[in-house]
């Protein structure tokens, strides 16, 4: 199954102020942060999304100590949690975006992060309850998101009628927040394998159109030659 890394579908949420970001580095519930720390905490956030493109490590400094300041900043756990997702440490970004999801257990920019981090580990089963939840929340703002990683998720596991129908919602969010082409072409290979063979070649040729002679397009090709004329 064609692969999608973190930095294509996990990165958005921090191009966006209202989908932003969390960690989990000291939570005492029950203990009450003062307003200049609350305010502080922001701003080591705001130094942390700066430095995030050009100084990886600066920008996991400032998350800390944002999170440090105020234990409910849950967007700076989340930043926590996506770095240590693309430096490969997924058990320790496991807990940051589930201390997340403890914090506010609407945040479904968290829940669809902690999916595929459980989805790198194996952990399927537990992927799909994760995107699932994410889902739950009607002002989830890129639901394509959780949708596709749903339909993945659940395509692994053999569920291809709940996998179709995850891509099917994915499609209609408009602006899409997965490339299309990518979209379509786990949608076709789905269509396939539950032998609707007319929808998958639709689905297919749509790829090869929308990205042409791309990574996709290539291998809807190669599917598209199983399929009887």
């Given at each position: 199954?064609?692969?999608?890394?973190?930095?294509?579908?996990?990165?958005?949420?921090?191009?966006?102020?209202?989908?932003?970001?969390?960690?989990?580095?000291?939570?005492?519930?029950?203990?009450?942060?003062?307003?200049?720390?609350?305010?502080?905490?922001?701003?080591?956030?705001?130094?942390?999304?700066?430095?995030?493109?050009?100084?990886?490590?600066?920008?996991?400094?400032?998350?800390?100590?944002?999170?440090?300041?105020?234990?409910?900043?849950?967007?700076?756990?989340?930043?926590?949690?996506?770095?240590?997702?693309?430096?490969?440490?997924?058990?320790?970004?496991?807990?940051?975006?589930?201390?997340?999801?403890?914090?506010?257990?609407?945040?479904?920019?968290?829940?669809?992060?902690?999916?595929?981090?459980?989805?790198?580990?194996?952990?399927?089963?537990?992927?799909?309850?994760?995107?699932?939840?994410?889902?739950?929340?009607?002002?989830?703002?890129?639901?394509?998101?959780?949708?596709?990683?749903?339909?993945?998720?659940?395509?692994?596991?053999?569920?291809?009628?709940?996998?179709?129908?995850?891509?099917?919602?994915?499609?209609?969010?408009?602006?899409?927040?997965?490339?299309?082409?990518?979209?379509?072409?786990?949608?076709?290979?789905t269509y396939y394998k539950l032998g609707f063979e007319?929808?998958?070649?639709?689905?297919?040729?749509?790829?090869?159109?929308?990205?042409?002679?791309?990574?996709?397009?290539?291998?809807?090709?190669?599917?598209?030659?199983?399929?009887?004329?």
């Amino acid at each position: 199954m064609t692969q999608i890394r973190f930095a294509c579908s996990i990165v958005r949420p921090f191009a966006c102020p209202l989908l932003v970001l969390a960690l989990f580095i000291g939570w005492l519930p029950g203990c009450a942060t003062s307003e200049g720390s609350v305010q502080k905490s922001k701003g080591y956030y705001q130094e942390g999304i700066a430095s995030l493109d050009q100084d990886q490590q600066k920008a996991f400094v400032s998350f800390q100590k944002a999170a440090q300041l105020d234990p409910n900043n849950k967007e700076a756990r989340y930043g926590l949690g996506h770095i240590l997702a693309l430096q490969g440490k997924l058990p320790q970004a496991e807990e940051e975006f589930r201390a997340a999801t403890k914090l506010d257990d609407s945040y479904s920019e968290a829940y669809t992060y902690l999916g595929q981090v459980l989805e790198k580990q194996g952990r399927w089963t537990e992927a799909i309850t994760a995107f699932r939840q994410a889902l739950t929340n009607p002002l989830y703002g890129t639901p394509d998101l959780a949708r596709f990683h749903l339909g993945r998720a659940l395509a692994h596991e053999g569920d291809y009628q709940g996998a179709m129908e995850a891509f099917e919602d994915a499609l209609v969010v408009n602006p899409p927040n997965i490339p299309p082409a990518l979209l379509q072409l786990e949608l076709g290979r789905t269509y396939y394998k539950l032998g609707f063979e007319r929808r998958s070649r639709e689905a297919l040729t749509k790829v090869t159109t929308l990205d042409k002679s791309g990574e996709y397009a290539a291998v809807a090709k190669e599917l598209l030659t199983r399929i009887k004329p």
